[in-house]
C-alpha cells in the first residue's frame, strides 16, 4: 500500500481502529450521517477512512462510540483511497478536545524514550500513550503488563496493551508464522555511544512512503534509535515513521525518524543493516 507523505507533527501518531460516525456534507453539498473508522489518532486529530468524498476544509463533527463523545472537526484533505473508502486527514476545530479518552503527554513526542505504547489501566480503562525508559522496556517484555501510577484512580495499578482489530500488515505477518508480542530478552550490550542500546528483541513497524511497511526485528534499541536488518532498499537520510515495540492486534506508536546509516551484509539475500534515529 502506497503511503502518505510524512511531515512534522505536534503528537506521536496512535495506530487506532476505532469505530465512529462522521456528520457533514460531502463534495456535493449532500448532507450525510456515516458510520466510519479511524486509523490513526493524534492529540489533535486523526486518520479516518468515509465511503464518501468530502471537500477539503468542510467542517464534520466526529462521533467516538468507545467514549460516546462528539467533536467538531475540519478536514484536512484526503490522504489516499482505499478500497473500501477515502482516508482523510482532520484536524479538531477546538484544540482541548479529546474524544479518545487517551491522555497524551503534555511534552509532545520525545526523544527519550525506548519505548512507545498505548497502556490502558486495569481498573479505569483509562488509555495513556507511555513512553518507556529501558527498565520499564525490560519489566514489559518480561510480563506484557506495567505497575503505574493512575492519575484517574489515585494508586497503583496494572497497566496493560488495548486491543484493536487486526490490521492489513498484523494479519499478513501471523499468516506468514511471525510471532507476535516483543519476544525474548537477550542481555545488555554495553558500548560507548550517546546513548546505551540495548538487546531487546523488540519487533518494530517500518513505514516509509515509497518502499512501504514492513514488520522487523529490532537487533538493538536505545533512547535514541534502533538498528535493525531487512532485505528492503530504504534511502540513508530518508525519513521514516516506527513503531517500537509493535505488537500484533493492538494499538502501537508511531514516531517520526530518519536512516541514519546503513550497511549491506553482503549475504545471499541482499540484506541491509539500517541504524535509525529519531527526529522531532
Not at 479516518?48 to 467516538?64: A, K, L
Request: with cysteine.
Amino acid at each position: 500500500m502506497k503511503m502518505a507523505p510524512i511531515e512534522r507533527r505536534s503528537s506521536d501518531r496512535v495506530s487506532l481502529l476505532n469505530a465512529i460516525r462522521v456528520s457533514g456534507k460531502d463534495s456535493t453539498g449532500a448532507t450525510f450521517s456515516d458510520e466510519a473508522r479511524t486509523l490513526l489518532v493524534t492529540l489533535h486529530g486523526a486518520a479516518v477512512i468515509v465511503n464518501r468524498e468530502i471537500t477539503p476544509d468542510q467542517r464534520v463533527i466526529i462521533r467516538c462510540y468507545g467514549t460516546d463523545t462528539d467533536a467538531e472537526a475540519r478536514v484536512v484533505g484526503q490522504i489516499e483511497k482505499q478500497p473500501d473508502g477515502f482516508v482523510y486527514g482532520v484536524q479538531f476545530v477546538d484544540p482541548g478536545v479529546n474524544p479518545w479518552n487517551i491522555k497524551f503527554p503534555a511534552t509532545g513526542p520525545s526523544q527519550e524514550a525506548v519505548g512507545r505504547l498505548l497502556l490502558q489501566c486495569a481498573e479505569c480503562q483509562t488509555g495513556e500513550l507511555v513512553y518507556l525508559d529501558e527498565l520499564e522496556a525490560e519489566v514489559f517484555g518480561a510480563n506484557q503488563c506495567l505497575s503505574r501510577t493512575c492519575s484517574t484512580c489515585h494508586k497503583v495499578t496494572l497497566w496493560k496493551t488495548t486491543p484493536q482489530e487486526a490490521s492489513a500488515a498484523a494479519s499478513e505477518a501471523a499468516g506468514s508464522g511471525e510471532e507476535s508480542g516483543l519476544g525474548s530478552l537477550v542481555p545488555r550490550a554495553k558500548n560507548d555511544r550517546k546513548h546505551v542500546r540495548l538487546r531487546l528483541k523488540l519487533k518494530a513497524c517500518i513505514r516509509h512512503p515509497e518502499v512501504g511497511e514492513e514488520i522487523v526485528e529490532c537487533e538493538d534499541v536505545s533512547r535514541g534509535g534502533i538498528s535493525f536488518t531487512s532485505q528492503k532498499q530504504y534511502p540513508r537520510d530518508g525519513l521514516i515513521e516506527a513503531a517500537v515495540p509493535y505488537l500484533t492486534g493492538q494499538a502501537n506508536i508511531f514516531t517520526r525518524a530518519r536512516i541514519a546509516n546503513l550497511r549491506p551484509m553482503n549475504d545471499e539475500k541482499g540484506s541491509t543493516k539500517y541504524g535509525v534515529s529519531y527526529v522531532g
